[in-house]
């Protein structure tokens, strides 16, 4: 179950708070005698207003600006409390006239400019407070998370393992037999077996340069090529200058081969397989396309298991979401994206 709490139980606080300070209001202000007015009243016009005020500031501060640093929230509030006081000051005597309420008057004013601007920062003391117990929760949730498909990728790994020198050996034992006519052949198997050695180095690093990221997909998709001929081309449109930025390892290589698998391979004339990458917005933008048979209703619906562990790792380690939709002519267009990172 989620430690996060619901928008409705988020509704339900917000107003337990009001109602509680609204009541403690109202007795300490109907416990002497001398008030002959209606304190009730007052005590629900003044919160109210002030609950009124704040849903725009909130949302403003915890909604919009989310992703904005605390420090340059909190600067924000220099401009919003002097803001929300001024306009319940004159909100409220606005009300009050026809209302039959007190307000003070004179000198006495200055109480209702310092204790609504003490109020504005009680109240948003709590939200940050808030928000800071939700971000804790949230990191929780999230290392939990990674833990567990840390476990599960370890677990795989072992079941999967190959003994790689055994496998190494045994490929060049198979190169040595081949003679010069069959160079094809030893450039196959040399790539087939830097793609080995690939998965073997990366097997425990939680990230890599992107550098080595695209060296891996050229050299899987030059064995694809081997296989389709003419029926796979390929398109690389990749910014250099983020090469040096770091990726999780082999996050591509599901994309890609769900790519070859239902759009290349299902297509009689194949078609072309576009790797685009660029910088937007602080981010690394990753668009891989192709020209295939294109994406049924159930493709649109339903991804493999490479593709919901890719979603997965994206989501966990970035929040960032892996979208899939149909490509221009023809095809499907993959899309996601990664802050850079140029240290780790």
């Given at each position: 179950m989620s430690k996060i709490i619901s928008l409705r139980k988020r509704i339900f606080i917000g107003f337990v708070f009001y109602f509680v300070f609204g009541t403690m209001y109202w007795l300490a202000n109907s416990l002497p005698t001398e008030f002959k007015f209606n304190m009730w009243k007052e005590a629900l016009v003044d919160y109210s207003?002030?609950?009124?005020?704040?849903?725009?500031?909130?949302?403003?501060?915890?909604?919009?600006?989310?992703?904005?640093?605390?420090?340059?929230?909190?600067?924000?509030?220099?401009?919003?409390?002097?803001?929300?006081?001024f306009l319940w000051f004159h909100l409220f005597r606005f009300f009050a006239v026809p209302l039959e309420l007190f307000y003070l008057k004179g000198t006495g004013k200055v109480w209702d400019i310092y204790i609504p601007t003490l109020f504005y920062?009680?109240?948003?003391?709590?939200?940050?407070?808030?928000?800071?117990?939700?971000?804790?929760?949230?990191?929780?949730?999230?290392?939990?998370?990674?833990?567990?498909?840390?476990?599960?990728?370890?677990i795989n790994n072992y079941?999967?393992?190959?003994?790689?020198?055994?496998?190494?050996?045994?490929?060049?034992?198979?190169?040595?037999?081949?003679?010069?006519?069959?160079?094809?052949?030893?450039?196959?198997?040399?790539?087939l077996s830097d793609t080995f050695r690939y998965a073997a180095k990366i097997s425990d690093k939680d990230f890599i340069s992107l550098h080595e990221e695209i060296q891996?997909?050229?050299?899987?998709?030059?064995?694809?090529?081997?296989?389709?001929?003419?029926?796979?081309?390929?398109?690389?449109?990749?910014?250099?200058?983020?090469?040096?930025?770091?990726?999780?390892?082999?996050?591509?290589?599901?994309?890609?081969?769900?790519?070859?698998?239902?759009?290349?391979?299902?297509?009689?004339?194949?078609?072309?397989?576009?790797?685009?990458?660029?910088?937007?917005?602080?981010?690394?933008?990753?668009?891989?396309?192709?020209?295939?048979f294109g994406l049924t209703n159930a493709d649109m619906n339903s991804t493999g298991i490479g593709l919901s562990n890719t979603k997965k790792r994206l989501k966990i380690l970035y929040n960032e979401v892996l979208i899939i939709s149909e490509n221009n002519p023809k095809g499907a267009k993959v899309i996601f994206n990664i802050p850079i990172q140029k240290n780790l």
């Amino acid at each position: 179950m989620s430690k996060i709490i619901s928008l409705r139980k988020r509704i339900f606080i917000g107003f337990v708070f009001y109602f509680v300070f609204g009541t403690m209001y109202w007795l300490a202000n109907s416990l002497p005698t001398e008030f002959k007015f209606n304190m009730w009243k007052e005590a629900l016009v003044d919160y109210s207003l002030k609950g009124v005020l704040t849903i725009p500031i909130w949302y403003f501060l915890f909604v919009v600006l989310k992703n904005k640093s605390l420090s340059f929230r909190l600067k924000i509030h220099l401009i919003t409390c002097p803001l929300y006081v001024f306009l319940w000051f004159h909100l409220f005597r606005f009300f009050a006239v026809p209302l039959e309420l007190f307000y003070l008057k004179g000198t006495g004013k200055v109480w209702d400019i310092y204790i609504p601007t003490l109020f504005y920062f009680l109240q948003f003391g709590f939200f940050h407070a808030y928000e800071y117990w939700q971000n804790f929760q949230l990191q929780s949730i999230k290392e939990n998370e990674l833990k567990e498909v840390a476990r599960v990728s370890a677990i795989n790994n072992y079941k999967a393992q190959l003994q790689p020198h055994f496998l190494f050996n045994t490929l060049n034992s198979i190169n040595a037999t081949l003679t010069s006519d069959n160079e094809p052949a030893r450039e196959l198997i040399a790539k087939l077996s830097d793609t080995f050695r690939y998965a073997a180095k990366i097997s425990d690093k939680d990230f890599i340069s992107l550098h080595e990221e695209i060296q891996f997909i050229k050299t899987c998709l030059e064995l694809e090529q081997a296989r389709f001929s003419d029926r796979l081309q390929l398109i690389y449109d990749i910014d250099e200058k983020l090469l040096n930025n770091f990726v999780p390892p082999m996050i591509l290589q599901p994309i890609v081969e769900n790519a070859i698998k239902h759009g290349i391979a299902k297509s009689i004339d194949g078609g072309t397989i576009t790797i685009a990458i660029k910088e937007v917005e602080n981010k690394m933008h990753f668009e891989i396309c192709d020209t295939g048979f294109g994406l049924t209703n159930a493709d649109m619906n339903s991804t493999g298991i490479g593709l919901s562990n890719t979603k997965k790792r994206l989501k966990i380690l970035y929040n960032e979401v892996l979208i899939i939709s149909e490509n221009n002519p023809k095809g499907a267009k993959v899309i996601f994206n990664i802050p850079i990172q140029k240290n780790l």
